[in-house]
């Protein structure tokens, strides 16, 4: 990834997925999540990918995310493929690119949200000084200030899912993956985490790359990426809602 | 990269205490077992060869006949006469005293206080060979000696059962059977012997007064023999044994009729016995050290399970492998040190309070110490790197969906 040079960053897209198919089992229990995906992504958009279950929608966020890798087919992460990569070093680009934010949150329970949002950076070699340094202004980001030393279950839903962005933003990624980010979230608290997203990236400059069923939700991204049945139906720029 | 896990390994420790105490206990209790067993052991070895050498170090007992204790077949062989102690005095190089002893069962009377002890005849090298000092009054004289007067020194339990424990004992005289003696020194207490009788019971006089008043022969029950400190008795063991078979005729063909018998043996035979004990008992207790590893790796592997979402979350985030592996394994190992130094603590504890009830002394080994907490670690490790690999090897989209 440091071999890039200015140049090529420039006319490389962000990321690149090219004919990735997925197929899950073998024999006749074989299934083909994703049948032939093609699409691009520049940096500084905020995507929303949507279609219903079983879609294969879920598998695209895992290839995204470096989680998993394409039976066939090619993703290339600022020109790199990442299906040649080996597991650590998926896991350093997640490290250093990526930002996760889940349904369920996924906050490490009787842990303070401090130290949850500093956990990534403890992967990183960080001093606690600095650590304790980030992770404030993280939680300061996501409107959280005052609840640093609250562990989760003193949180309300949306305080959780915002420590969980916050987590995701300590690291400065490039890109912040958000799977259903408001599944399990009432339409208040799950307005506020979509105005939080959005403002992200408009301020920060973050590519946010979103799954969601509900179309709400899908208004306030500029990008919609539709699937059916492990292919893209529909991709197209809309104006976001707010 | 080790500070970090071992961080995380801390913070996971503190987030799940109970737990944790529960998984160390195992080893608190193994550590502990071994390093008392073996400190109290160690006590009780040190104790038994301070009470052998309080019988005098440098030790030789040469005695007639070939078999010891009760029921000994002696009338075959012939006793040693005063000669044969002399002849050892003059002929063995690296000897420091030679003390011949005769020994009879007498009554003591003094008022109306009687008593049944034991007197031995012997001179005064007997004082060395016996390690014994005087508290009060004097050896015997030459002339004492070469005449056979009736003086005796006296141990302490004859002096306070006869004469009171205030009384000035030197110059009061006891009666044994048909004459009596005066006390000329009272010995200094030395207390149970190692097979239970009361070394302070005895009387002790010029062996010729002995032989001539209470035996009524020249014989000499055993004689006595301090070799120099530095001197290996083995080699004055040999001297002595050749020097005895000519004086007594023997032929190459046949066995000694006396036996030589060496205070560093009793003590190598009675210390290595108690050394056998502590050995077992440490190996017993090893067990349940083992048994504690095996229940960290229990534990480490139903925390691995429960925490199988947090190992997802850690490895989107961006966690290596190894990084997962040796979260785990630290946290493994630092539980197990943990329990190691609780159980060292502990272990001090009950030996220091085991020693005082059991009156051996308290002898710490430090290497007994440095092998249990380095066998805990091993044992953290060895027990912890299953389940660690086992949580690195986690596919990390299964792990997040883990419920």
């Known amino acids: 990834m440091s071999s890039d040079n200015a140049a090529s960053v420039a006319d490389v897209p962000l990321i690149e997925f090219r004919d990735v198919e997925k197929t899950y089992g073998k024999g006749t229990s074989e299934f083909k999540a994703l049948k032939g995906v093609n699409f691009q992504i520049n940096e500084g958009e905020f995507v929303a990918i949507m279609g219903p279950s079983g879609s294969g929608k879920s598998t695209v966020m895992n290839a995204l995310g470096c989680l998993d890798t394409p039976t066939a087919g090619s993703y290339l992460f600022q020109g790199i493929r990442v299906e040649s990569l080996s597991r650590d070093q998926r896991a350093l680009l997640r490290r250093n690119y990526l930002g996760f934010v889940f349904q369920g949150f996924n906050l490490l329970a009787r842990t303070s949200a401090l130290e949850n949002v500093e956990l990534p950076l403890l992967y990183r070699g960080m001093n606690r000084h600095e650590r304790h340094a980030a992770a404030r202004k993280s939680l300061a980001l996501v409107g959280l200030e005052g609840w640093e030393n609250h562990a989760p279950g003193e949180l309300s839903g949306g305080q959780q899912q915002r420590v969980a962005i916050a987590r995701a933003l300590v690291t400065s990624p490039k890109v912040l993956l958000a799977d259903e980010p408001t599944g399990n979230l009432d339409t208040a608290r799950s307005k506020e985490i979509m105005e939080l997203l959005s403002q992200l990236n408009s301020d920060l400059g973050i590519t946010v790359l979103m799954v969601t069923h509900e179309a709400e939700m899908a208004a306030y991204a500029n990008r919609l990426i539709h699937f059916v049945d492990g292919k893209v139906e529909q991709d197209f720029y809309q104006e976001p809602t707010s | ?403």
């Open chain 2, 1 to 403: 990269m080790i500070l970090n896990a071992f961080l995380l390994a801390v913070r996971e420790i503190r987030r799940n205490l109970m737990r944790s105490i529960l998984t160390m206990l195992g080893i608190i209790i193994g550590v502990a077992a071994v390093i008392t067993m073996v400190t109290l052991g160690n006590g009780a070895t040190a104790q038994v060869a301070a009470e052998i050498s309080s019988l005098g170090s440098n030790l030789l007992m040469v005695r007639p006949g070939q078999r010891m204790g009760p029921g000994r077949d002696s009338s075959g062989a012939k006793s040693f006469k005063i000669e044969d102690a002399d002849a050892i005095s003059k002929e063995i190089a690296s000897i420091v005293a030679v003390a011949p002893t005769a020994s009879a069962s007498v009554t003591a009377v003094y008022g109306n206080e009687n008593w049944s002890t034991t007197v031995v005849g012997s001179n005064n090298d007997y004082f060395i060979t016996g390690n014994w000092e005087l508290a009060e009054g004097r050896k015997f004289t030459a002339a004492e000696l070469k005449a056979g007067k009736t003086s005796c020194v006296i141990g302490n339990t004859v002096a306070k059962e006869l004469l009171g424990s205030n009384e000035d004992v030197l110059g009061k005289k006891l009666r044994l059977g048909s004459f009596s003696c005066q006390v000329i020194g009272l010995l200094q207490p030395k207390g149970q012997s190692m097979m239970g009788n009361d070394q302070d019971d005895t009387i002790i006089m010029p062996i010729k007064t002995v032989q001539r008043r209470l035996t009524g022969n020249q014989d000499i029950r055993m004689i006595r023999i301090s070799v120099k400190p530095d001197i290996n008795t083995d080699v004055v063991n040999r001297a002595i044994t050749l020097l005895l078979r000519d004086r007594r005729h023997l032929s190459d063909n046949e066995k000694n009729d006396f036996m030589v018998m060496d205070t560093r043996e009793i003590t190598n035979t009675l210390t290595g016995t108690t050394r056998v004990m502590t050995m077992l008992l440490g190996a017993v207790a090893a067990v349940s050290l083992i048994v504690g590893g095996i229940g960290i790796m229990n534990i480490m592997l139903v925390s691995v399970t429960e925490r199988t979402r947090e190992i997802g979350i850690r490895m989107a985030i961006g966690a290596l492998e190894k990084e997962v592996l040796l979260q785990f394994l630290v946290e493994a190992v630092v539980l197990s040190s943990l329990g190691g130094l609780i159980g060292i603590i502990l272990a001090l504890i009950a030996s220091s309070v085991g020693s005082i009830l059991m009156g051996v002394p308290f002898t710490l080994n430090y290497g007994i110490i440095t092998l249990a907490f380095v066998f805990s670690a091993i044992v953290g490790v060895v027990f912890g790197y299953f389940p660690a690999r086992n949580a690195a090897r986690l596919n990390p989209i299964d792990a997040l969906r883990h419920e």
